[in-house]
T-cell receptor, first 115, second 113 residues
Framework: DAGVIQSPRHEVTEMGQEVTLRCKPI?????LFWYRQTMMRGLELLIYFNNNVPIDDSGMPEDRFSAKMPNASFSTLKIQPSEPRDSAVYFC?????????????FGQGTRLTVV | KQEVTQIPAALSVPEGENLVLNCSFT??????LQWFRQDPGKGLTSLLL?????REQTSGRLNASLDKSSGRSTLYIAASQPGDSATYLCAVSGDNYGQNFVFGPGTRLSVLP
């Protein structure tokens, strides 16, 4: 397996524009996570899905952020409208919950810069 | 709410030294604890996973221990090498679905040749 695949790797956009980040989890995994990493706040969990269903979205900063998982092999994180404070590295991770053992595997991240 | 801390925040050692990184968590009701490595500008690479019923795991020069009751884990790196330089993060998974990972802030390690 190629691991968790994220696209794009880098995104530069202007304030107010819509941004869509994409993630393909490892085949067979049943949980998917979106994280945001900044120098100030470290790694923050934004939302996670189990069997394509959002379980906890309490980390989503505000209504400008939304995430979907239409099927087991694809998820998107959308920011609309984007703001400079959204600049960060966004990671997607997936795992397979098996008898409570859940090892998470991360993608390479999308570095978002909002100017 | 689970909180994870890591000490020290940064560490610089000469090549060849054995070293210990510490991770503490406030809620002992965890499914497992995972140690990751992150190189600058890269994603996270899983190093070791310790299930809640286990006390330690080993992989090569790495050994991680878990003491659930005291809310602590340590990552031991033997005979450190310059290639070990990276940020090391620990994460604990909660017990709702056993899948919600909470990360510590990381320890930035520099191994000097």
């Amino acid at each position: 397996d190629a691991g968790v695949i994220q696209s794009p790797r880098h995104e530069v956009t202007e304030m107010g524009q819509e941004v869509t980040l994409r993630c393909k989890p490892i085949s067979g995994h049943n949980s998917l996570f979106w994280y945001r990493q900044t120098m100030m706040r470290g790694l923050e969990l934004l939302i996670y899905f189990n069997n394509n269903v959002p379980i906890d979205d309490s980390g989503m900063p505000e209504d400008r952020f939304s995430a979907k998982m239409p099927n087991a092999s694809f998820s998107t994180l959308k920011i609309q409208p984007s703001e400079p404070r959204d600049s960060a590295v966004y990671f997607c991770a997936s795992s397979l919950a098996l008898r409570g053992v859940t090892e998470a595997f991360f993608g390479q991240g999308t570095r978002l810069t909002v100017v | 709410k689970q909180e994870v801390t890591q000490i020290p925040a940064a560490l610089s050692v000469p090549e060849g030294e054995n070293l210990v990184l510490n991770c503490s968590f406030t809620d002992s009701a965890i499914y497992n604890l995972q140690w990751f490595r992150q190189d600058p500008g890269k994603g996270l690479t899983s190093l070791l996973l310790i299930q809640s019923s286990q006390r330690e795991q080993t992989s090569g020069r790495l050994n991680a221990s878990l003491d659930k009751s005291s809310g602590r884990s340590t990552l031991y790196i033997a005979a450190s090498q310059p290639g070990d330089s990276a940020t090391y993060l620990c994460a604990v998974s909660g017990d709702n679905y056993g899948q919600n990972f909470v990360f510590g802030p990381g320890t930035r390690l520099s191994v000097l040749p």
